[in-house]
């Protein structure tokens, strides 16, 4: 070991400080992107296998009932008849919870014969389910529906503000608004893979389950998705658990009622025959819209 010098400091000058104070600041500098992007990676690939899990729960779904679950499921209650904007509004969401593991969830908390609103299912509409979470979303996991503007059921009356776990994972409606298919006048057939009480089989998906699309990222920011299902009387309820391709995904322009997420280079999407595809918002709009369409017969070629 060197030995001081009589007369002479060993101590650091400030300019060498300065200098290893500077490497340091340089070293952190080349470290954090790496870091950060490590965790986008691996906050990505969890948001993959949550879509993945999904996959399976409905191909699950489709083994025992021969379809697919419907987007969600209400009546009229007086004429009980179907109505998009009625109760008990049930989505997709619960439909697979018992192949999700989650079936403790389903039989214990969740009573399917009474409104989601109703106060004996308080505790399924606040249960946070990991697998409908992204991670790359950190926003809290909850969100209050507020009273919605028209369109409402004119039967609702009371609704009140209400506390929902939130999902960033909604349904492929297609490319139709929903107003268009179910309002004044509506055609009531969407061309989406989830929808207002319609259960498709696989067969009748016939522009190929590789290349359509069943659920997709919704980030949460400035509109919240919930798996429970449509809340009649809140705010556009139904696009809390479908989604409609209206814009590409992750646009300004349609991030209300489309699909989005917090990952930078895009937003998942699973396809039908179990596949997650993360797909850029400079697609191709034609190609986009032809995902999203079970049977209209659009020659893609598969997912880009």
Request: aromatic letters at 8%.
């Amino acid at each position: 070991m060197r030995k001081p010098v009589a007369g002479i400091s060993t101590a650091f000058t400030l300019v060498e400080v300065l200098v290893v104070i500077t490497i340091i600041g340089v070293l952190i500098a080349l470290l954090l992107p790496a870091v950060q992007s490590a965790r986008e990676a691996a906050r990505r690939a969890s948001c993959t296998n949550n879509l993945k899990q999904i996959g399976i729960a409905m191909h699950l779904y489709h083994d025992v009932f021969g379809c697919l679950p419907p987007g969600w499921t209400a009546k009229h209650p007086t004429t009980g008849q179907p109505y998009w904007l009625g109760q008990p509004g049930w989505a997709w969401g619960v439909a697979i919870l018992p192949y999700l593991e989650q079936g403790a969830v389903a039989d214990t908390l969740i009573h399917l014969d009474l409104p989601i609103t109703d106060p004996a299912n308080s505790d399924a509409r606040r249960t946070v389910i990991a697998t409908y979470r992204c991670l790359s979303d950190d926003a809290d996991p909850t969100f209050v529906l507020e009273p919605g503007p028209m369109p409402a059921p004119d039967y609702i009356t009371g609704y009140t503000a209400t506390e929902l776990a939130k999902s960033n994972y909604v349904g492929v409606f297609g490319t139709l608004t929903m107003l268009s298919v179910y309002g004044p006048g509506g055609t009531g057939m969407s061309d989406g893979t989830l929808a207002f009480q319609k259960a498709y089989s696989f067969a009748e998906i016939t522009d190929g389950l590789s290349c359509t699309f069943l659920a997709g990222e919704r980030r949460s920011g400035n509109y919240p998705s919930t798996w429970l299902g449509v809340l009649a009387g809140g705010a556009h309820a139904p696009g809390r658990v479908c989604a409609t391709a209206s814009t590409p995904p992750g646009s300004a322009a349609g991030e209300m009622f489309n699909f989005s997420s917090y990952h930078p280079n895009g937003t998942n999407f699973l396809a039908a025959d179990g596949s997650v595809h993360m797909i850029s918002e400079t697609i191709n709009q034609a190609t986009y819209l032809a995902l999203c369409t079970r049977a209209t017969g659009e020659p893609i070629g598969g997912v880009p």
